[in-house]
């Protein structure tokens, strides 16, 4: 399955979730002023984590989140999900970093994950049969490894990473693909067919001299890989027609796939016993196994070679992707299309009907679709508003919205923090209520002073805290019977009136004035 970057990071302000749970400062802010009597209404903002790239495996699913975590849930028998457990989970959990290192890219794979670190090393974790984790040994970890230097040499970092049924890929900075794990089909691509638990140089095979790579896909048994002469490769299994050269013979190092005249692909990924492509003409083409139409071409006919998916619409593709027996991918009208099997609902159009030819997902008013990944039964994208979206089958939580209940339509990850209270100087406040990450609370009533303000908050199962140093300051000025003040904050005046909600005026920066209404007294 191809996991993807989104290519528009969202930027926040602020590191919301800890590994450890802990307290931080927030940035400098304040909450303004109010009398110590309390009554202050008081409101922020706590953003939510944007997921920047996801990735879907068979039962479990994983993302980059734009506070520099990275999160995973669903099936964790072989601790696939990271985070020094084994149990299953719902919702997403952070996945367990080493020190000093934080991750720019992942790729789930059938039971075990793989990440780039920003060491520019390969890490891996989950089941390790068969030496997929790449670490020299056949002992699975719920925690990420290091992965082996193995052929990579030295001086060389990794790009990329992409996880497959049983097997490793990852590309270099040098334009050479390394693999390691089960090599029984030739899935490593380096000549044989024995496996292998450190990284090995996938050989030349049918690629020029000179040739290097920057993307590949890795399948339940097979291998695809865009070479920097425009050209597609693939090696592995065969018997559905999923590497396109025209052959079901195993192949243990790279083929070229028979592309259709004048096309080159730009994007590939391969899926169980099929294989999905972009090509330069900006339609989708597919080949391998399609007897639940996952070919997209309006039969159930398996092909050896590329065929043209049936039109979306007379729309240009941007991507693709394939999962066991499903197939996604996203136009340029920014919708998203799906074809293949859909017994679980993994097509997204609030239907359990496969379907050979592809239909649109069934999209959230306003909301269109940048990237997307298709796993075993269910399927993953990102969002125009920021959100992830999911559906298919959900028995081990791989949906990741806390349920185990399926879903025939896309229904969003929660990504926004859950209040839990507002204090003010060790004092907690009242009436708290929230929507998506903004907050409203009344003050307590305080002796006057200037204190800390500490936004208490649960998210992905952990407890934070946000502590905002000297965010509110109360004043016995503001208990004046009758007295409206108006208080400098810096850029903006707030309009302070005894026991009732703060209103921001448009009056200039350092203006100060006090008037009382009955005796229109100077409020000191």
């Known amino acids: 399955m191809f996991s993807f970057r989104v290519a528009s990071v969202v930027a926040l302000s602020a590191l919301l979730v800890g590994m450890s749970g802990s307290a931080f400062a927030a940035p400098a802010e304040t909450f303004g002023s109010g009398p110590t009597a309390g009554g202050t209404t008081v409101s922020g903002v706590l953003p939510?984590?944007?997921?920047?790239?996801?990735?879907?495996?068979?039962?479990?699913?994983?993302?980059?989140?734009?506070?520099?975590?990275i999160y995973a849930w669903g099936y964790?028998?072989?601790?696939?999900?990271?985070?020094?457990s084994i149990l299953n989970s719902s919702v997403p959990v952070l996945v367990s970093t080493p020190d000093g290192v934080t991750f720019t890219q992942v790729s789930a794979g059938a039971d075990h994950s793989l990440a780039v670190g920003s060491d520019g090393n390969a890490y891996a974790w989950g089941r390790n049969t068969d030496g997929r984790l790449g670490n020299g040994t056949s002992t699975g970890s719920s925690?990420?490894?290091?992965?082996?230097?193995?052929?990579?040499?030295?001086?060389?970092?990794?790009?990329?990473?992409?996880?497959?049924?049983?097997h490793s890929l990852a590309v270099g900075s040098n334009g050479d693909i390394y693999s390691w794990g089960y090599n029984r089909s030739g899935q490593l691509g380096d000549g044989t067919t024995l496996a292998s638990s450190v990284p090995l140089k996938v050989s030349a095979g049918a690629v020029p001299a000179g040739v290097t790579f920057s993307q590949v896909s890795a399948g339940d048994r097979h291998s695809l890989?865009?070479?920097?002469?425009?050209?597609?490769y693939a090696w592995g299994e065969a018997r559905g027609g999923q590497l396109g050269i025209g052959s079901i013979s195993r192949t243990p190092a790279p083929a070229l796939v028979s592309a259709p005249a004048g096309v080159s692909f730009t994007q590939v990924s391969a899926g169980d016993l099929h294989s999905?492509?972009?090509?330069?003409?900006?339609?989708?083409?597919?080949?391998?196994?399609?007897?639940?139409?996952?070919?997209?071409n309006a039969t159930t006919t398996s092909s050896l070679a590329p065929v043209l998916v049936s039109p979306m619409g007379g729309l240009a593709v941007t991507q693709v992707s394939a999962g066991a027996d499903h197939s996604l991918a996203i136009g340029a009208d920014g919708n998203a299309y799906a074809w293949g099997l859909n017994v679980n609902g993994q097509l997204g159009n609030n239907t359990i009907t496969t379907s050979t030819v592809p239909v649109m997902v069934t999209a959230p008013d306003g909301v269109t679709f940048t990237r997307i990944e298709a796993g075993g039964l269910h399927s993953l994208t990102a969002a125009s508003d920021e959100n992830t979206y999911t559906w298919g089958a959900n028995s081990f939580g791989q949906l990741g919205n806390g349920t185990s209940d399926g879903s025939?339509?896309?229904?969003?990850?929660?990504?926004?923090?859950?209040?839990?209270?507002?204090?003010?100087?060790?004092?907690?406040?009242?009436?708290?209520?929230?929507?998506?990450?903004?907050?409203?609370?009344?003050?307590?009533?305080?002796?006057?002073?200037?204190?800390?303000?500490?936004v208490s908050y649960t998210q992905f199962g952990f407890a934070n805290a946000r502590t905002t140093i000297d965010g509110f300051t109360f004043s016995e000025a503001s208990n004046v019977a009758g007295a409206d003040v108006l208080a400098e904050t810096g850029s903006s005046t707030l309009l302070i009136a005894a026991g009732s909600t703060l209103v921001l005026l448009a009056f200039g920066v350092g203006l100060l004035v006090a008037r009382g209404r009955r005796d229109r007294s100077t409020v000191k």
């Open 48 to 69: 939510g984590v944007v997921f920047t790239q996801v990735s879907a495996g068979i039962n479990h699913s994983l993302a980059m989140g734009s506070d520099g975590n």
């Open 225 to 232: 890989a865009i070479g920097s002469n425009g050209k597609t």
């Open 143 to 166: 925690v990420p490894l290091l992965v082996s230097a193995g052929a990579v040499p030295s001086g060389v970092t990794i790009s990329q990473v992409m996880a497959g049924g049983f």
């Open 408 to 454: 025939l339509v896309p229904v969003a990850i929660s990504r926004f923090p859950v209040i839990t209270e507002v204090s003010f100087g060790g004092v907690v406040g009242t009436e708290l209520s929230q929507s998506n990450g903004s907050w409203t609370v009344v003050a307590p009533a305080h002796e006057p002073g200037v204190v800390d303000v500490i």
């Open 276 to 296: 999905l492509a972009v090509g330069s003409d900006g339609k989708a083409y597919a080949w391998g196994n399609n007897d639940s139409g996952q070919l997209g």
């Open 76 to 84: 964790n028998s072989s601790g696939q999900l990271g985070n020094n």
